[in-house]
Every structure is written in structure tokens, then in C-alpha cells.
């Protein structure tokens, strides 16, 4: 029994490294172009839904079926978010223990902000995200840290993302080859299979738009976290851009990573890279 | 000479019918882990090994060997795909890549 | 403290729609938390809508409405300025009420 087990072990690394021999003059040859990725990103969807303007993909699933659009359009109105906008608001200028806000840790006191995140730390080399800097904030003023999946976070998150209603994202990659390295990684967890079901945020955002999982109508991946963090009628509540991730690992039976680790962070920074110039439509409400 | 033919073919196919040791239990269980811990490494675990290792160990726990073993031998396939999906994607992500 | 109640009301001549947000976590009583413990039903019984003294929206509920419940409906009659009175009782005896200006 064991001989047949290492000998399918041998068979399957036998195949990838093959695999791999093929295909690395290909990828020595591929230099990394996010400004050319961008470009084709759009153009893919703006071809694909030619009825649409720009700003409207930020809207996901809203803009690919008209019967939820209507929906979507009165409750807007009333949107089940205001509360989690209004609590947020509310911690935002609470003082810490020590006296200080997170006003006193963000650019404009936190103020229509939010379309600069994640942006790339040289000095740490990695990719901060707004939830990052968030919890940062809170340590640095001898806070507790909040949890990445939690109604707190998402309540801070949803009032800065409301503050930057509107405004075009604007995420940066400087010239910087950590830089353009976190970038592709975040593209390549984006397009990788992952999990039993073997799917690949691709899979959903980027072959299938428009169309059904289940239920629920597919969002496409252009602008899809620019209407983060979401009231989801699915959780009852305001949930994180960090949530949504994990949650999305387990529904295609992958074991997450922990919030915020560097797959996270990398594949956020990649969305909303080639999201740049689309509006920031958060909080958002979805089903 | 024919039916003991037919004998001897019967019993090699029906290697599941003989019980299972807690020792095959066992091995297999390791195995199983060994991939898995392997997958994690790669940072691609399926949740579907885990909990068909608990459901192992759940059987294991409660005596019965047979069901444990094939549990286990299960999980060990489900973490070597897992394996196999980490390391093919590797380059089979640009297939998916928009150009 | 502020009020669980966000309302809307605006006429259109012969028609008055009104909407309504109300923050309350309608715990159904089934719901088990994370140390499957079930967690205790709290949820708002009565819903009433009023205006010129008489009920034009009256709401019995049970545990099967979501959290944070939206609520949206027209009645006849109605001018602008008038006051309309919402208010709520849950199954715990709390009760909330706000009256708002049609607009």
C-alpha cells in the first residue's frame, strides 16, 4: 500500500515539475505591466456589458439584473447600512484611553480617505489595508486590536468609505519591485483555483457576471471592492472586506487564511488596482 | 482449479471486506496527516480534509476500524489533490488571466 | 439617546408614502450563539403608525421579521406638515416612538 501511495506522490510531482519546465521560459519572459492589466481589465467587462457605464459596475450584482436593480434603487433610500455609518462616526471621534482619536492617525482626520487604501508601505515593504491601518492606529494608542470580521471593524470601515463616496479609487504602485511583486501575487491568488470545488475568484467575478450561483446573482470582479464594506442581507449586518474574503475560501471548501494575512491584503491591492478611476460606492447594501 | 481461480479473485477484490486494524488505523490516519500538513504548507487546505480526518478519528474513537481506516485513506486523497491543485495552479493560473 | 426609529414620510397630493428603518435585533429565540446556546427571543411585538390621531399602519409581528426591519406602505390622506407618530413595543415591554413632519 505505501509503495503505490509514494509512487502516485512521485507520479503527481513528476507532472508539476514538468509543468513548471514548460512553462518557465514563459513566465521569465512575462514582465509585469499593471498599468497594460488595468487597461485589459476594463476592456474585458466594458465588452462584456456594453449597456454599461463605468461607474456602474461598482454596483455588482445591482447592475447586471434589472428586477434587483429596482430593489436596490429603493432601498438606497433607506439604506440598512446608515446605522453601522452612524456608529462608526461615533467611534471615529471617540477618544482613546490616552485621550487621542483615529483622526489624529489618518491624513484629513480620516476624511474621505479611503480611496487611497491599500497603498504599499516601502518602509515595511508590504501592503497596508485600510483595516490594517485601522488596527494599527488602536495599538499605537495602547488600544486593543478589533477583530478583522466583526461589526466594529466594519462600522469604522463603513464610515470612511462613505466619506469617500464618490471619488475615484486611487490606489499607487511605486516603482518599487516589492511593489509590482505583492501586486502579482495578489493576481495570481485571484486567478488560482483553490478549495474541493476547485474555484477561483475568476471562476465567479470573471467567467460568470451576471449569471447565478445558486440563488444568488454574480457580481462582477471590476470595482468589487469599491462597495466595500457591505450590509449583506445574507449576514444580517455590516461585514468586512476581510470577512467577505474568508467566507468566500470556506464556501469553495478552501481553509481560509487568517485575516489580513499577505494573500489578503495582495489580492485587495490588486482589485482595486484595476478598479482605479471607478467610484467608491461603499458601504454597500447586497443581498 | 477454475473455482478456486474464481476464489482467490473474489478475495483479492474484496480487500475492504477484511477488517481493518487499529494499526492500519493509524498508519493511515498519519499518512492522511502527512499530506495535509503538506497542503498546509503550500497554503491550500481544503476544509473537506479536515473534517473527513475528524470524522476519522471520530470513528477510530468509537472502535470501528473499518470505517476509520477508509476515512482516513479518503482524506489522505483529498489532501494529495490539494497538493496536486497548489502546485499545478502554480502555472495553470494564467490560463484564467484576462489579457 | 437617539431614537431605533428612521422615518420618511412624503405626500403626493392624494397619496402620503411613508418608509421606515427601525434598529432592533428581532431575535427570533431559535438562533443558537457560537457556545450553542440558544439565544433569548427579543423581538418587536406591536408597530404602529399614526396620524391625525388615528392608526393608518398597524403591525403585529412575530420572531420570524428581520433584524433591523424596513418597513414601506401608503395611505390616503395626509398633507404636508402634518405629524405622523411611529412607534414600536417588543416582547421585553421596551418601547420606542418618534413622530416625523410629512414632507
Given at each position: 500500500m505505501m509503495k503505490l501511495g509514494s509512487a502516485i506522490r512521485l507520479g503527481f510531482c513528476a507532472l508539476a515539475l514538468a509543468a513548471l519546465a514548460f512553462a518557465l521560459p514563459a513566465i521569465a519572459a512575462d514582465k509585469v505591466d499593471p498599468v497594460a492589466d488595468a487597461k485589459a481589465f476594463k476592456k474585458f467587462f466594458y465588452d462584456k456589458f456594453p449597456?454599461?457605464?463605468?461607474?456602474?459596475?461598482?454596483?455588482g450584482p445591482y447592475s447586471m439584473d434589472e428586477g434587483l436593480h429596482k430593489q436596490w434603487v429603493e432601498k438606497e433610500q433607506f439604506p440598512p447600512y446608515e446605522f453601522a455609518v452612524e456608529a462608526g462616526k461615533e467611534m471615529f471621534t471617540k477618544p482613546f484611553k490616552n485621550g487621542k482619536t483615529y483622526e489624529d492617525c489618518f491624513?484629513?482626520?480620516?476624511?474621505?480617505?479611503?480611496?487611497?487604501?491599500?497603498?504599499?508601505d516601502e518602509k515595511e515593504g508590504k501592503v497596508i489595508t485600510l483595516e490594517l491601518a485601522l488596527n494599527r492606529c488602536r495599538e499605537a494608542n495602547g488600544e486593543a486590536p478589533y477583530s478583522y470580521v466583526k461589526d466594529e471593524m466594519a462600522s469604522l470601515t463603513a464610515y470612511m468609505a462613505y466619506t469617500s463616496r464618490g471619488k475615484p479609487m486611487d490606489i499607487k504602485i511605486p516603482d518599487d519591485p516589492r511593489a509590482l511583486a505583492a501586486y502579482e501575487q495578489g493576481k495570481e491568488y485571484f486567478y488560482s483555483r483553490r478549495g474541493q470545488l476547485n474555484f477561483?475568484?475568476?471562476?465567479?467575478?470573471?467567467?460568470?457576471?451576471?449569471?447565478?450561483v445558486r440563488t444568488e446573482v454574480l457580481a462582477p470582479?471590476?470595482?468589487?471592492?469599491?462597495?466595500?464594506?457591505i450590509y449583506r442581507s445574507e449576514w444580517s449586518g455590516m461585514g468586512t472586506t476581510s470577512r467577505r474574503f474568508v467566507t468566500c475560501n470556506s464556501q469553495v471548501r478552501g481553509v481560509p487564511f487568517n485575516p489580513q494575512d499577505d494573500e489578503y491584503r495582495n489580492v485587495e491591492y490588486y482589485l482595486s488596482y484595476v478598479a482605479?478611476?471607478?467610484?467608491?460606492?461603499?458601504?454597500g447594501a447586497r443581498p | 482449479m477454475k473455482i478456486r481461480l474464481v476464489l482467490l479473485a473474489a478475495l483479492l477484490t474484496a480487500g475492504s471486506a477484511f477488517a481493518a486494524s487499529e494499526a492500519d488505523y493509524k498508519a493511515a490516519y498519519a499518512a492522511a496527516e502527512a499530506a495535509n500538513k503538506e497542503a498546509g504548507a503550500l497554503r491550500n487546505q481544503w476544509t473537506t480534509t479536515a473534517s473527513t480526518l475528524a470524522a476519522a478519528k471520530k470513528a477510530a474513537d468509537a472502535g470501528d476500524f473499518d470505517k476509520a481506516t477508509a476515512a482516513a485513506k479518503e482524506a489522505e486523497a483529498l489532501a494529495k489533490a490539494s497538493i496536486f491543485q497548489a502546485t499545478s495552479e502554480k502555472t495553470l493560473w494564467k490560463d484564467l488571466e484576462i489579457r | 439617546m437617539a431614537s431605533t426609529i428612521r422615518v420618511r414620510a412624503t405626500n403626493n397630493g392624494d397619496i402620503t408614502e411613508v418608509q421606515a428603518l427601525i434598529q432592533h435585533p428581532?431575535?427570533?429565540?431559535?438562533v443558537k450563539d457560537s457556545k450553542g446556546e440558544l439565544i433569548p427571543a427579543h423581538f418587536i411585538q406591536q408597530l404602529t403608525f399614526e396620524h391625525d390621531g388615528k392608526p393608518v399602519f398597524l403591525a403585529d409581528w412575530g420572531g420570524g421579521i428581520s433584524k433591523d426591519p424596513y418597513v414601506k406602505f401608503a395611505f390616503k390622506g395626509g398633507k404636508k406638515g402634518d405629524e405622523l407618530k411611529v412607534s414600536w413595543v417588543d416582547n421585553k415591554g421596551a418601547t420606542d416612538s418618534t413622530t416625523a413632519k410629512i414632507g
Open positions: 449597456k454599461l457605464k463605468p461607474e456602474d459596475f461598482v454596483n491624513p484629513n482626520k480620516g476624511i474621505g480617505i479611503r480611496q487611497n487604501y491599500p497603498y504599499f477561483s475568484c475568476a471562476t465567479c467575478h470573471v467567467q460568470s457576471p451576471g449569471e447565478r470582479a471590476l470595482g468589487i471592492v469599491n462597495a466595500m464594506p482605479n478611476g471607478l467610484p467608491i460606492s461603499g458601504p | - | 428581532m431575535d427570533s429565540g431559535f
